[in-house]
């Protein structure tokens, strides 16, 4: 069963907001104004990330990153570098 992600998320490029789910090493975000659905496969799980890539990841969404924060699915979506686009 795939896993919201978020229900309001801006998708560089593209149009309005999005539904993202994810699912399988896969996050699919549909479009809230048109429907239209894009594709994105994870590139790395959040484990395997260096402490450099970690705190990249973080920074990019918390501004202040601390040695108990832990990445999330979401923070590898929102920050854009460890997925690629499928369709």
Do not use: C
């Not at 069963?1 to 399988?24: K, P, Q």
């Not at 501004?63 to 990445?71: A, I, L, R």
């Amino acid at each position: 069963m795939a896993e919201t992600i978020g229900e309001e998320i801006e998708i560089f490029d593209t149009e309005g907001t999005h539904t993202v789910t994810y699912a399988n090493g896969i996050f699919t975000a549909t479009s809230n104004l048109h429907g239209w659905v894009l594709k994105f496969r994870l590139l790395k799980a959040p484990s395997k990330l260096t402490e450099e890539e970690r705190t990249r990841v973080l920074k990019y969404n918390l501004g202040k990153v601390t040695p108990e924060d832990e990445v999330s699915i979401k923070d590898m979506f929102m920050q854009n570098e460890f997925i690629e686009e499928l369709n």
